[in-house]
Nanobody, 116 residues
């Protein structure tokens, strides 16, 4: 069973930064690829960034150069560092296994609100 706890969201002005954290059950952390997804009001959930078990990363074009996904193996945590935030980044952000097609359940996510 996948257990995830997302945190770090909040309200920030455009141009600011936030770091999201996702605490993952230790028994599944090392063997899976992980990703951050987001869902804005009225829109479908979309992939933001992913990181493979070996550490290879991929990003949606809309966040390339601004967001960084990385893992802390000692703490079995996946982070998303978000810099130069834009109002279009406003969404609920979710951490889960990658790809989304194998996800069985979604957590509550963490709200990120970027004000202009």
């Amino acid at each position: 069973q996948v257990q995830l706890v997302e945190s770090g969201g909040g309200l920030v002005q455009a141009g600011g930064s936030l770091r999201l954290s996702c605490s993952v059950s230790s028994h599944i952390f090392s063997f899976n690829a992980w990703a951050w997804y987001r869902q804005a009001p009225g829109k479908q959930r979309e992939l933001v960034a992913s990181i493979s078990a070996s550490g290879r990363t991929n990003y949606d074009d809309s966040v390339k150069g601004r967001f960084t996904i990385f893992k802390d193996a000692a703490k079995t945590t996946v982070h998303l560092q978000m810099n130069r935030l834009q109002t279009d980044d406003t969404a609920v952000y979710y951490c889960n296994i990658f790809p989304a097609e194998v996800v069985r359940t979604w957590g509550q996510g963490t709200q990120v609100t970027v004000s202009s």
